[in-house]
């Protein structure tokens, strides 16, 4: 049986809007956990690291296949990672995450 004409296209604005909702949700849950903490503190907290260690990986593009490459590893790489992670990837990903939704909200849309 043939698709609805338009079909393919909401099943892919969609995918595109969910992946887009993950990404943002994965990462503003890395920032809440690390806020305020300094990097030795971030790396001495056994839950906090851990729980950014699960989160990050969740974010599924390629310059981020290092990151989740790394992490599972242990040890000051793996620290590196992680900081590295929390402080630059992370907020520079949800600055253009907002400014997309500024410019492209049909992306962030769920409804077809």
């Known amino acids: 049986m043939p698709e609805p004409r338009g079909s393919t296209a909401m099943t892919e ?3 595109s809007a969910a ?6 949700e994965a990462c503003s849950g ?3 956990l690390g806020e305020g ?3 030795d503190e971030f790396l001495s907290s056994r839950l906090t690291r851990a729980e950014v260690g699960r989160r990050l ?3 599924d593009w390629a310059g981020w296949s290092l990151l989740a490459r790394t992490l599972p590893d242990q040890g000051p790489a793996s ?3 992680l900081w590295f992670a929390l402080t630059s990837l992370v907020p520079a990903t949800l600055m253009w995450l907002r400014l ?3 410019r492209e909200p049909e992306l962030f849309a ?3």
């Open 13 to 15: 604005a969609l995918f």
């Open 19 to 24: 992946s887009l909702a993950m990404l943002d």
């Open 30 to 32: 890395v920032l809440i």
């Open 37 to 39: 903490l300094e990097r």
């Open 57 to 59: 990986p969740e974010i």
């Open 79 to 81: 620290d590196d990672t």
């Open 100 to 102: 997309y939704r500024q």
């Open 110 to 112: 769920f409804a077809g």
